[in-house]
């Protein structure tokens, strides 16, 4: 895996230099800037772990498709300075991968746990959490480049996360066997990430979202959601009257063209912040942003790990951090009555 490079980095100096004078660096840098009309890496909420990957595929697909008279008009134009042949070199194209279901995919994945078994997630720190496998379905895993399965868990009452959401889910590969149902998986203390201080008890957990006053943002490291409509064309509904009651057995309420617009704008809404945006613009630790998105801490970990351990956030996830985002950043300015009805 390609590795950045940043001030906390381990990894040798003469590494950090091979990394850009290869211009692995200049190539992660582009990915994170890239847009045209297929791509636009600004809505896709890139993260960290997935620009190294792209790099390292980019850089495998160049070394599968090498030809030789690739390799001569650029030695070409390394001695003679052609700058047609470094500007023109040859078009790659990358196959777009199958969109259909491996065939018998289901036979050839047998899940390992049952429901009814209790299990725990692998412990990547001081804590994990715990529970009982009431279900499971198929997905693609990114992190493993096949088919796998997920597992939807019952938490037990007394695991750590079991306080804010009763069911997680999680991978085959992230959770094992817990025959003693959690009674050895008791939190000592709870890990806070980057030495930040957490004052608040487990009693106060629900209830504190900052331990400290937001620090001031700059737009590298903030996510505000965009203040232009994704779909200008749109802009000219939003403001039409609303549709009209219609009274009977059954109350329901008449779609107009306005309400029929904002469905769609927002069903195609790229409304999104990233786990380590969140967490990089306000003083939170991982066990709230566990609580924004209902998830179990576990599954939290995973999200802000490296390598083999690294797992991406559904787009569900996404979108609670984005919201959590803009009402910390708006919350005063909405009318106490919307506050109501929102229950706020």
Known sequence: MVETINKETTRPLAYQQALEDFGINQ???YLQNYSDADFSAASMNL???ELESLAALLVK????NLKGKLIASYLHAIRYGDSDVRSHPTNLEIPLPADELPANFVQQIIPRYQEGDRVRWQPLTN???WGTIIGHFYAYASHLGQWSIYYLISLAPNSPSSTWTVTDIAWE???EPNSDNGANSTLESREIPNNRTQSDSDSTLATNFLVSPPSPTTPNNTSSPSKSLPYPWLQRYLHTPPGSYRYGRITERILTKREQEIIKLYSYCQLGMTPQRFYAKWAVNQDRIA????RSISTVRRWFSKGRNYRRPMSNDLRHLAI???LLEHFEEIPQEFRNLLNC
Do not use: G, V
């Open 47 to 49: 993260e960290e772990q």
């Open 173 to 175: 590969d992230d959770i």
């Open 324 to 326: 959590m985002d803009f």
């Open 27 to 29: 190539l992660i840098s």
């Open 127 to 129: 804590i994990t959490d």
């Open 291 to 294: 609580m924004i998105c209902s």
């Open 61 to 64: 697909h160049l070394l599968n």
